[in-house]
């Protein structure tokens, strides 16, 4: 059965019965609930159907790398030669900021990399990401984007959920909700890498829709998937057995989202474990493709990311639909040239293979990937025997690559310093409603009510950016 059709027939019975009723009548119910956790609970307020988008979408999944700490936008992917000219001298601009941490002097501090012209587009890309400044043609920049915090903690949740206070459901949660899987047997919203709740957490969606943290530690994709049975069928005698308790117990509480999420789960994680090894399984890649990403013994520096990346395309195209991948450290407040080369240099050439490998296997024009971080970095320097950088919220770079963007081009512009916009800023809501937009969503209409107010990503703020709109 398609996703309309199954979507016209959930909606007609539901409309006949209470959710728990209508559990009960579908099969075994709870096996029936975890197959996508695509319904839970619908009825607060969300005008978008699963299946049925509000526009053609141009894409139907999303990678999102987070940097978290703070990469700085001035020494990656926004050349600003004046720094060169005017190093060490007083910084000089007009409606400049107070540090953050008190110990950010006046003085510039140009790049320690050399920036070089990329592609047809000619993009100037710093030495810290040559791999990625192959693909400069196919990556859309955005130059000024700005936020309300230098704090770490507040920042992030803002890049993922649109709001400075805890709580609140990140941007994978509520694609999912939107959306729903296209996977019958992996989560539909997976977080590779960090263990933080803004990046993963539901807020006020129902539970079903908080990502599943995948490569926590170690090399193994989930650690507690193992089967603990002797044989399949003495785990399915149990599993029915659970099925049964689950049952009877869901019947005395009634309606409960938190223990219809946990039962999910539990079938959730019984199918998983077989589809998550087999997902993540890179034995059968080709050579070649391990070379793309930088996986094997003779690439240390890049092997664990890179696993990330291809374990993420193999996700991709069992149907997963949101995959952030994140990569922490990036917070130099000094050795900033030790500690942003050291970081770049494991990530660079698995983000390339992964564009790479998308465009050659077909899934990059209905794909969107995002490299964000939750700030950017000042062009003033911090007071230490090893430079770095403070914070700087009021002016960074986020790119986005796939279908439905311009290729090649960069949109926004900060000054001449890389400090405050002066043309085409934007801000994270303007972020998010793009990607919803991509995805075939109206931002604007893709809520949740909850404690009496319709709730959405983008709050009550946000514009498409329609000038990097292909």
């Not at 908080?210 to 926590?216: C, I, K």
């Not at 170690?218 to 049952?247: H, W, Y």
């Not at 800023?425 to 998010?432: E, G, M, P, Q, S």
């Not at 995805?439 to 000038?467: A, M």
Request: some cysteine; aromatic content about 10%.
């Amino acid at each position: 059965m398609n996703p309309s059709a199954l979507h016209r027939l959930v909606s007609r019975e539901a409309s006949r019965s209470s959710r728990r009723e209508f559990l009960q009548t579908m099969s075994s119910g709870f096996g029936w609930l975890a197959l996508n956790g695509l319904f839970a609970d619908r009825s607060f307020g969300s005008e978008i159907q699963l299946g049925m988008p509000h526009h053609p979408a141009k894409v139907k999944r999303v990678v999102w790398f987070f940097m978290d700490g703070g990469l700085s936008h001035l020494d990656s992917f926004d050349y600003k030669p004046k720094l060169i000219s005017e190093n060490g001298q007083p910084l000089k601009v007009p409606g400049k900021k107070e540090d953050i941490t008190g110990k950010t002097s006046a003085d510039i501090l140009k790049s320690p990399w050399t920036f070089r012209p990329y592609g047809k587009s000619g993009k100037m890309i710093s030495d810290l990401f040559p791999q990625i400044g192959s693909c400069a043609d196919d990556i859309t920049f955005l130059h000024a984007v700005t936020g309300p915090s230098p704090d770490h903690e507040s920042a992030i949740g803002f890049l993922h959920s649109g709001s400075l206070l805890q709580g609140f459901p990140s941007v994978g949660a509520w694609t999912q909700y939107g959306l729903g899987s296209e996977s019958q047997n992996l989560p539909g919203f997976v977080v590779m890498g960090s263990r933080k709740r803004q990046c993963r957490t539901n807020g006020f969606l129902p539970p079903a829709f908080q990502a599943s943290p995948f490569f926590q530690s170690g090399s193994s994709a989930l650690d507690d998937l193992t089967l603990l049975e002797k044989s399949k069928f003495l785990q399915a005698n149990k599993m029915q057995a659970v099925r049964q308790i689950d049952r009877s117990f869901l019947e005395t509480v009634h309606q409960n989202q938190i223990i219809e999420a946990a039962i999910a789960n539990h079938e959730k994680a019984y199918v998983m474990q077989d589809a998550v090894p087999e997902a993540t399984d890179l034995s059968k890649e080709s050579a070649a493709t391990l070379e793309l990403y930088g996986i094997g013994p003779e690439h240390k520096i890049t092997s664990s990311f890179g696993r990330q990346c291809l374990s993420a395309r193999r996700l991709l195209e069992r149907g997963v639909r949101f995959i952030e991948i994140t990569k922490g450290g990036w917070d130099q407040h000094s050795d900033l040239e030790k500690k942003h080369f050291e970081n770049a240099s494991a990530i660079d050439r698995p983000i390339a293979g992964l564009l790479k490998d998308l465009k050659s296997l077909g899934m990059f024009e209905d794909t969107l990937i995002v490299f964000a971080s939750e700030f950017g970095r000042t062009p003033n320097t911090e007071v230490s025997k090893s430079p770095g950088r403070d914070h700087h919220p009021w002016g960074f770079t986020i790119w986005m690559a796939g279908g439905g963007l311009k290729g090649g081009e960069s949109y926004g512009r900060l000054d001449d310093y890389g400090y405050l916009p002066v043309e085409g800023a934007v801000d994270i809501h303007d972020v998010h409603a793009t990607i919803l937009h991509l995805l075939g969503i109206q931002h604007e209409k893709l809520t949740y009510r909850y404690s009496g107010r319709d709730f959405r990503l983008t709050d009550v703020h946000g514009k498409v950016i329609r000038n990097i709109l292909a």
